[in-house]
C-alpha cells in the first residue's frame, strides 16, 4: 500500500508555469505506476499524464501535450508534474494516484487504488 501527498499547486498567470509534486509513503513506490488527473468542478475526472514504474514510459492527454512533463525519482519516492504555457482552462483540482500495473488503463481513473488529497491550480486571464 501507498499512500501519497501533493504539493505545489497555486494561482498562476496564463503563459505562467507551476511544478507539482507527489511524495509517496513505502518502500514500494518503485513498484508502483502513477498518474496525474485533475478535476474542474462541475466536470468528470480526466486524465492528464502517466508514467511507468521506472519512468521510461510516459503518457499525456492530447491537450497538455508539449506543455506538461511528468517525471520520477525513485531514490526520493516522488513524482513531479511540471506544466509550462499554462491556460485559464488547465484550471483544476489535481491528484496523483498510483497503481502496481500501469498497464493499457492508465488513463481510466478506476483503475487506480491510491489517491492523493489533491492540489488545487487556478490559471488567471
Known amino acids: 500500500q501507498v499512500q501519497l501527498v501533493e504539493s505545489g499547486g497555486g494561482l498562476v498567470q496564463a503563459g505562467g508555469s507551476l511544478r507539482l509534486s507527489c511524495a509517496a509513503s513505502g518502500r514500494t513506490f518503485s513498484s508502483y505506476g502513477m498518474g496525474w488527473f485533475r478535476q474542474a468542478p462541475g466536470k468528470e475526472r480526466e486524465f492528464v499524464a502517466a508514467i511507468s514504474q521506472s519512468g521510461s514510459t510516459t503518457y499525456y492527454t492530447n491537450s497538455v501535450k508539449g506543455r506538461f512533463t511528468t517525471s520520477r525519482d525513485n531514490a526520493k519516492n516522488t513524482v513531479y508534474l511540471q506544466m509550462n504555457s499554462l491556460k485559464p482552462e488547465d484550471t483544476a483540482l489535481y491528484y496523483c494516484?498510483?497503481?502496481?500495473?500501469?498497464?493499457?488503463?492508465?488513463?481510466?481513473?478506476?483503475?487506480?487504488?491510491?489517491w492523493g488529497q489533491g492540489t488545487q491550480v487556478t490559471v488567471s486571464s
Open positions: 494516484a498510483g497503481k502496481e500495473s500501469l498497464g493499457k488503463m492508465y488513463g481510466d481513473y478506476t483503475s487506480y487504488p491510491y
